[in-house]
Each structure stands twice: as C-alpha cells, then as structure tokens.
C-alpha cells in the first residue's frame, strides 16, 4: 500500500478522523472505520502491535494509535502514558468517542500525547 504522504503526522491522522462520522456497534467496529479511512486514503499503518504491557490498536509510521469507546479519563491516561514510555513512538494518539478523554492531551510530554474525540454514532 502506498501512501499519501511520506511521513504521517499526528496532525494528518487527526484531520482524517475528525472529517468522518463513523457508525459502530463495538470498539472493533471503530477499528474496521478507522481501518477503511485510512486505506481510503493510502495511510500504511498496522493494527494491533504488541508492546511491552499490551497492544497497541494502531501503528502509522512511528506514531501509536489508541482507540477508546469507554473507560475513564484516569484509565486511558494510564494507558496511554504506557505506550509513550515503550520509547518506540514519536507520539501517542487516542482517538475516542468520550469528550471527557480530552483531558488527558499532554503536547509537552515527550512524547506528545493527544487526543482526538470522534464524530460519530454508537449503536
């Protein structure tokens, strides 16, 4: 597959995100719309990339990709920050469908986390 551009960046896959309105009845629903955004659009990415203390949903160049439907912002936080501390990604991304989960954007950890919230419908 080849892709769009040479170089995702986290602000490329988070224009992407916010342009679809995805319709899902399981979190795994979630992954197959993201899976099909990003084939749409030439994006090479892998999914479910085993990393020290768990699996990460995706992987597009260096940049790890998190997909949350539920769970508390403490929770996510969490996991998130595990993934940025595996030293294997140059940004940590959650893509979620809970608003509450904005809050734990950190830009100025190293590496970057953010958090893009879902446009969508849960079914």
Same mark, same amino acid.
């Given at each position: 597959m080849t892709t769009?551009?040479?170089?995702?960046?986290?602000?490329?896959?988070? !224009?992407?995100?916010?342009?679809?309105?995805f319709r899902y009845r399981s979190e795994l629903e979630l992954h197959d719309g993201?899976? %099909?955004?990003?084939?749409?659009?030439?994006?090479?990415?892998?999914?479910e990339v085993p990393v020290p203390g768990g699996r990460i949903d995706f992987v597009i160049a260096d940049i790890a990709l998190e997909v949350k439907i539920k769970?508390?912002? !403490?929770?996510?936080s969490r996991q998130a920050r595990r993934y940025a501390d595996t030293g294997m990604f140059s940004a940590v991304m959650v %893509?979620?469908?809970?608003?509450?989960?904005q809050t734990i954007a950190d830009p100025n950890s190293v590496p970057p986390i953010s958090v893009v919230t879902l446009g969508?419908?849960?079914l």
């Open positions: 769009d551009v040479e170089q995702p960046s986290v602000e490329l896959i988070c !224009q992407l995100l916010r342009r679809r309105r993201i899976a %099909a955004l990003f084939d749409a659009h030439g994006v090479d990415f892998s999914r769970g508390s912002a !403490q929770q996510v %893509a979620t469908t809970r608003p509450a989960h969508g419908l849960g």
